[in-house]
């Protein structure tokens, strides 16, 4: 695999922070609403954005 140059580990890195953070929204939205299908569509899509956040960190 190739080197990554500093500014692709950095842009890498605020990816991954970002998955985190909609991870994590996504999560509190999901523990607050009172439909159970919304509810679980926030909570599928928390579980892939923390997925998607382990798997560019496995790639590196």
Same mark, same amino acid.
């Given at each position: 695999?190739?080197?990554?140059?500093?500014?692709?580990?950095?842009?890498?890195?605020?990816?991954?922070? &970002? =998955?985190?953070?909609? &991870?994590?929204?996504? =999560?509190?939205?999901?523990?607050?609403?009172?439909?159970?299908?919304?509810?679980?569509?926030?909570?599928?899509?928390?579980?892939? &954005?923390?997925?998607? &956040?382990?798997?560019?960190?496995?790639?590196?």
């Amino acid at each position: 695999m190739q080197t990554l140059k500093q500014s692709e580990l950095n842009w890498i890195r605020e990816v991954v922070s &970002a =998955h985190n953070m909609s &991870a994590s929204k996504l =999560h509190t939205y999901a523990s607050q609403v009172q439909d159970p299908q919304i509810r679980q569509m926030f909570s599928t899509a928390s579980t892939q &954005a923390k997925q998607a &956040a382990q798997n560019l960190l496995q790639m590196l």
